[in-house]
């Protein structure tokens, strides 16, 4: 089947749903999901939208906090471009109608969360922000934006120009392709790559490993952000939102003492590189880590999400205290685009989670993310509407024959290993070991039409668990959240340099951007 349209997107979280309802108002929008509109990590985001929206606070203030929590290594331009149109695009939303939760004095109630120096997250539903603003904005899209569910999109289309004219999926009947003047990747993040994580079980960085075949420019990927309290029960069994703490938990050990009293001056609400690292280490040493909520007043109305989660995984709540473990939560690395989701292929554009535009630094501020899906998902659509023609080249010049390496690393023993040796504690030896495990991905020729969803699936996980390993083994320092145990310092020479995959090469780079990479720090990769 074969389906040509205006703008097609890949994912359903808030980036594509804020996307596609202002595309509309011009084209024909197509949104394929590999699950369904639940299967997000929009839909199961906890805490809120951080935004400055009160005379309380600053968007000078916000930047600080953010550049603060990823240790500097952002693109400060684009940093700014989030907080500043941020803020106007979150007052539209509330004045059109989205429904957030007030205080008792009749004002919007601001949570505070790790890093912010100022009460600033919007949310709704108490800790069910995600899920309230897809419905929201799932629920007014118009009948020219069409939802297509249980679609995986496995390869992208190219014509002779090396412009993206299409992208290949397979549905539960068999093949479909999609043509389109634009294709926009919202896929959401990779944290299923590792055993442990409050990401959807399918949540593969399937985006990355497409653009990646496809030859864009990636970056970042050995930042990813590992939260400090999933609930751990047997395993990993969902979040524990940082707002938590910020209505009064305290991370404590077996005997209820403390765990970040003298760590860090923001304590229980350090950033999160912080946190994690801390109950990391409290686990390594045998001990068990627990969130105290006994200070917290009506926990079951202000936190209905995790009272039910803790519920339904027979935890007594009534002793104040939830187990909790870290575990992977958010990928600060992606597909490189600037703000208006550009990247290096024309016509391919890529918002949210997945992309990499230098707003998260080497650690992103809590919910900073709904607000970059509803940011850069509008000022995408802006851009689009504003300067978006007609492709007229859909002739597709991909190769044909197949190319799936026959060494890929198992699932389970890929995340197993992922939490081991690519997890919050890193080391050469680790990541050497990982490599080697991990098939070579330096061809990116050749189609893979032939193969099972569920084998190109894995491919892709192990091409987006190969660009992390390999990223963070050239990084030789520990900066946000890439922790070294063999480089535990922050390095100058690494300040302000980005690692970038393109076609099948890694390179450093002194600028998000720049086109001339340092030649003193290429090297052949695979
Ligand atoms: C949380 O609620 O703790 C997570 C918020 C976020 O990751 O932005």
Redesign the pocket.
């Known amino acids: 089947m074969i389906i040509h349209t205006d703008i097609v997107i890949i994912g359903g979280g808030i980036a594509a749903l804020e996307a596609a309802r202002n595309l509309s108002s011009r084209f024909d929008v197509h949104i394929i999901t590999k699950a369904d509109l639940k299967n997000s990590s929009s839909y199961k985001?906890?805490?809120?939208i951080?935004a400055v929206i009160t005379t309380h606070d600053h968007t000078s203030l916000h930047i600080q906090d953010t550049l603060e929590a990823g240790e500097f290594h952002h693109h400060e331009e684009n940093v700014k471009a989030l907080i500043e149109n941020g803020s106007s695009i979150v007052k539209e939303l509330l004045q059109e109608g989205f429904k957030v939760d007030f205080d008792k004095d009749g004002e919007i109630s601001l949570g505070l969360?790790?890093a912010h120096s100022k009460h600033r997250i919007v949310h709704a539903g108490g800790?069910a922000t995600g899920k309230n603003l897809v419905n929201y904005l799932a629920g007014g899209l118009p009948p020219n934006v069409h939802i297509h569910t249980f679609e995986f999109a496995y390869e992208l289309l190219l014509n002779s120009a090396g412009e993206c004219c299409g992208v290949r999926v397979k549905t539960n009947e068999g093949e479909k392709s999609y043509y389109a003047s634009y294709i926009i990747l919202a896929t959401g993040g990779a944290g299923a790559l590792y055993e442990c994580t409050?990401n959807c079980e399918n949540s593969y960085g399937d985006g990355i490993a497409l653009a990646y075949l496809a030859g864009a420019a990636i970056t970042d990927m050995e930042f990813v952000?590992f939260?400090p309290?999933l609930l751990y029960v047997n395993g990993a069994r969902g979040?524990?939102?940082?707002?938590?703490r910020g209505a009064g938990g305290r991370f404590v050990d077996q005997n209820g003492k403390p765990i970040m009293d003298g760590k860090h001056p923001l304590g229980d609400l350090a950033p999160?590189h912080i946190t994690a690292h801390e109950m990391y280490k409290m686990r390594a040493s045998g001990q068990e880590t627990f969130i105290d909520i006994s200070r917290i007043d009506h926990f079951d109305k202000k936190f209905p999400t995790i009272h039910a989660l803790c519920h339904q995984n027979g935890v007594n709540l009534s002793n104040g205290k939830i187990p909790i473990a870290p575990g992977s939560?958010?990928l600060m690395g992606g597909v490189i685009t600037n703000r208006y989701g550009q990247t290096s292929i024309p016509r391919l554009f890529a918002i949210g989670e997945v992309a990499c535009t230098g707003v998260h630094g080497a650690n992103?501020?809590?919910?900073?993310?709904?607000l970059e899906g509803i940011t850069f998902g509008k000022m995408m659509a802006t851009h689009l509407l504003n300067n978006g023609n007609k492709q007229s080249n859909f002739i597709s010049k991909n190769e044909t024959g197949s190319s799936l390496p026959n060494n890929l690393y198992a699932k389970e023993s890929l995340q197993e290993a992922m939490l081991n040796c690519a997890g919050i504690v890193r080391s050469n030896e680790g990541l050497q070991k990982l490599i080697q495990q991990l098939p070579s991905i330096s061809s990116q020729k050749g189609r893979l039409q032939g193969y099972s969803k569920k084998l190109i699936e894995l491919y892709f996980m192990n091409i987006t668990a190969s660009l992390i390993a390999h990223a963070a083994q050239a990084r030789t320092e520990s900066r946000g959240a890439h922790i070294r145990s063999d480089y535990p310092s922050k390095d100058e020479l690494w300040q302000k340099k980005w690692i970038v995959f393109e076609q099948g090469k890694m390179n450093v780079r002194n600028d998000l951007y720049e086109c001339n990479q340092t030649e003193s720090y290429v090297n052949e990769l695979f």
């Open positions: 985001a906890q805490g809120g951080a969360e790790g800790d409050s952000q939260h309290s979040l524990v939102s940082e707002a938590v999160r939560h958010f992103r501020l809590a919910s900073n993310s709904l």
